[in-house]
C-alpha cells in the first residue's frame, strides 16, 4: 500500500543556492503532520514545490502514489491539495459568504455558456450549499454577511480554511496559521484543525509556534538547512539534541 503524501528526495535549487535538499518524509492519511525548523530552514519552499507553486529540481511528490510534483497549483488542487498562507489572502472588501463561494470553484466550476443558458442552476445551488456548510463547520454561518475585511484575526484565519474547506480537499497545507494569534484565539483554532483532521481531511502544518504543533501533531518532521534533522512524536522532537541545537540550544523553543 502506497503512502498517502510522500516526499521523496525532494530538491529546490535557485541559482547556486539549495533550498531543500534531498528531504523525503511521509504524510499518513487523517494526521495533523508538523513541518517545523529554524528561519531559513527550506520549510515554505517545501510547501510551495507540494502545491505545485515550484517545480521541483529533483525528486518527487506523491499524493496516493500518483506524482502531483511539476503539476500547476490549479491541477494539484484539483487532486484535493489545498494550501493556505502565512498572510491573509481574503477579498477583503467582499463578504465572509463571498469568501467562502470563492473556495467552491474547483467543484463547482463555471462555465460562460451555461450561466447564458441557464443550465448552471443547480451547480450554483449547489456551491452556495457547500460554501454555507464551510462556514457552518468553521463556526463563521452568524458572520455570512460580514465585510471581510472586518473581521477579528482570529475569525479571518478561521475563514481561510473554510475556504480552503469549501474545495473539498483531501489535504490541507498550513502555512503558519498562529501566527499573530492571541492565546484564547490559538486554542479555538486548534480546536479547528482537530475537528477538520476528524472530518477526514489530513493536515500539514508549518508553524514556530512551539505549544501548538506539540498539542495538535501525531508526527513531526524537522527540517535544517533544506535537510531532514529529525522526525518523530512530539515527545521524541521535544527532547531530540539535534532539534534543541538547531534552534540555538534553547529547549525552551521547543517545550
Known sequence: MNPFLEIDRLTMRFGGLTAVDG?????????????????????????NAISGFYRPSGGEVRLRGEVISGLSMHEVARRGVIRTFQHSTLFAEMTVLENALMGTHMAFRPNVFAAIVGWDREDRRGAYARAVEALEF???????????????????????????????????????PFTGMNPEETTRMMELMRKLRDS????????????????????????????????????????????????????????
Open 138 to 176: 468553521f463556526g463563521l454561518e452568524g458572520l455570512r454577511g460580514e465585510r471581510a475585511g472586518d473581521l477579528a484575526h482570529g475569525h479571518q484565519r478561521a475563514l481561510g480554511m473554510a475556504i480552503a474547506y469549501a474545495a473539498h480537499p483531501d489535504v490541507v497545507l498550513l502555512d503558519e
Open 200 to 255: 477526514g481531511v489530513t493536515i500539514l502544518i508549518v508553524e514556530h509556534d512551539m505549544h501548538a504543533i506539540m498539542g495538535l501533531c501525531d508526527r513531526i518532521t524537522c527540517m535544517s538547512f533544506g535537510k531532514l534533522l529529525a522526525e518523530g512524536g512530539p515527545a521524541e522532537i521535544r527532547s531530540h539534541p539535534d532539534v534543541i541545537e538547531a534552534y540555538l540550544g534553547g529547549a525552551r523553543h521547543v517545550s
Open 23 to 47: 528531504l523525503s518524509f511521509t504524510v499518513e492519511h487523517g494526521a495533523i503532520h508538523g513541518l517545523i525548523g529554524p528561519n531559513g530552514a527550506g520549510k515554505t519552499t517545501t510547501f
